[in-house]
C-alpha cells in the first residue's frame, strides 16, 4: 500500500514534470496538501515527508487539528465556503485564505485579524465555469472586489482562486485556468499587485501548471479517497 510520503513523492514529480513541461520553474509551483477529513496524524505524517501548508475546509474540524498540531511547524489556508459567522476563528487561525467572494466577508476578516499577525494572504473565489451550483464571483466582478479587499490593510491580497467544472480531456481543463489567468493579468494590468494563481487539484494540477498555477491544492492524490463527512 502507498504510504502518504510515497504519495507526496508522485505529486512533487508530478509538479515538476508539468513545470519542465512547459519551461516553467518547479519551484514556483507551491504545492498546498487539503488534508479535509482526514486526521491530525495523517497532516503529522506528511510534515514529517517536508510537506507544510495545509488547507481545510471546515472550520471546527481545521480548529481541533491546528490545536493538536501546535508544536509544528504549519502553514494552515482556508480553502472552503465561508459562513460570516466563521470568520473570526478563520482570522484568527490561518495565515491564507483562498475562497473569499463577497466585500462583507473581507470586511468581517480584516476586523477580526489580530493585530500581531501579519496581514491575511486572501485570494478572491472566481466562479469561471459560471456554474450556479458553485460559490465565487463572476469574472465581471472580481475587480470590484479587488478593490474593496486592497482597502482593508489586515488583509493581504495575493490573487485569484477556482475550482472549475469537472472536465475529462485537458484542452477544456486549459480553458477554464485560461480565464483565470487573463482575469488575473487583467487585475495586474489595472494595478493590483498580485502573485497567486490557487488552481488545479488532484486530477488536473497539469493543466493547471501550464497555465500559470502558482499553487495547486491536492487532497485525494497525497491522502487517498475521503469517506464522506
Ligand atoms: C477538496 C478540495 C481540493 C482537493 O481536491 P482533490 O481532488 O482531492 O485533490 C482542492 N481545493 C478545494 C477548494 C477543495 O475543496
Same mark, same amino acid.
Given at each position: 500500500?502507498?504510504?502518504?510520503?510515497?504519495?507526496?513523492?508522485?505529486?512533487?514529480?508530478?509538479?515538476?514534470?508539468?513545470?519542465?513541461?512547459?519551461?516553467?520553474?518547479?519551484?514556483?509551483?507551491?504545492?498546498?496538501?487539503?488534508?479535509?477529513?482526514?486526521?491530525?496524524?495523517?497532516?503529522?505524517?506528511?510534515?514529517?515527508?517536508?510537506?507544510?501548508?495545509?488547507?481545510?475546509?471546515?472550520?471546527?474540524?481545521?480548529?481541533?487539528?491546528?490545536?493538536?498540531?501546535?508544536?509544528?511547524?504549519?502553514?494552515?489556508?482556508?480553502?472552503?465556503?465561508?459562513?460570516?459567522?466563521k470568520t473570526r476563528?478563520i482570522a484568527?487561525?490561518?495565515?491564507? +485564505?483562498?475562497?473569499? !467572494?463577497?466585500? %462583507?466577508? @473581507?470586511?468581517r476578516l =480584516?476586523?477580526a485579524?489580530?493585530?500581531? /499577525?501579519?496581514? #491575511?494572504?486572501?485570494?478572491?473565489?472566481?466562479?469561471?465555469?459560471?456554474?450556479?451550483?458553485?460559490?465565487? +464571483?463572476?469574472?465581471? !466582478?472580481?475587480? %470590484?472586489? @479587488?478593490?474593496?479587499? =486592497?482597502?482593508?490593510?489586515?488583509?493581504? /491580497?495575493?490573487? #485569484?482562486?477556482?475550482?472549475?467544472?469537472?472536465?475529462?480531456?485537458?484542452?477544456?481543463?486549459?480553458?477554464?485556468?485560461?480565464?483565470?489567468?487573463?482575469?488575473?493579468?487583467?487585475?495586474?494590468? =489595472?494595478?493590483?499587485?498580485?502573485?497567486? /494563481?490557487?488552481?488545479?487539484?488532484?486530477?488536473?494540477?497539469?493543466?493547471?501548471?501550464?497555465?500559470?498555477?502558482?499553487?495547486?491544492?491536492?487532497?485525494?492524490?497525497?491522502?487517498?479517497?475521503?469517506?464522506?463527512?
Amino acid at each position: 500500500m502507498a504510504t502518504i510520503g510515497d504519495n507526496l513523492q508522485a505529486v512533487r514529480d508530478r509538479i515538476t514534470a508539468a513545470a519542465r513541461a512547459c519551461g516553467r520553474e518547479p519551484s514556483h509551483v507551491q504545492l498546498l496538501a487539503v488534508s479535509k477529513t482526514f486526521g491530525s496524524d495523517a497532516v503529522a505524517a506528511a510534515h514529517a515527508c517536508g510537506q507544510r501548508a495545509f488547507g481545510e475546509n471546515y472550520v471546527q474540524e481545521a480548529l481541533d487539528k491546528i490545536a493538536t498540531l501546535r508544536a509544528l511547524d504549519l502553514e494552515w489556508h482556508f480553502i472552503g465556503p465561508i459562513q460570516s459567522n466563521k470568520t473570526r476563528p478563520i482570522a484568527e487561525n490561518f495565515a491564507w +485564505v483562498h475562497s473569499v !467572494d463577497r466585500a %462583507k466577508i @473581507a470586511e468581517r476578516l =480584516a476586523a477580526a485579524r489580530p493585530r500581531e /499577525l501579519p496581514p #491575511l494572504n486572501v485570494c478572491i473565489e472566481v466562479n469561471v465555469g459560471d456554474e450556479s451550483s458553485k460559490s465565487g +464571483v463572476a469574472p465581471a !466582478d472580481a475587480g %470590484k472586489l @479587488a478593490q474593496s479587499i =486592497a482597502e482593508l490593510p489586515a488583509l493581504k /491580497l495575493r490573487g #485569484l482562486m477556482t475550482i472549475p467544472p469537472p472536465a475529462g480531456d485537458m484542452a477544456t481543463q486549459r480553458r477554464f485556468f485560461a480565464s483565470l489567468r487573463m482575469l488575473a493579468n487583467d487585475l495586474t494590468g =489595472a494595478g493590483f499587485a498580485i502573485d497567486t /494563481l490557487s488552481m488545479g487539484m488532484s486530477p488536473d494540477l497539469e493543466a493547471a501548471i501550464a497555465e500559470g498555477a502558482t499553487i495547486v491544492r491536492v487532497g485525494t492524490a497525497i491522502f487517498g479517497e475521503r469517506h464522506k463527512r
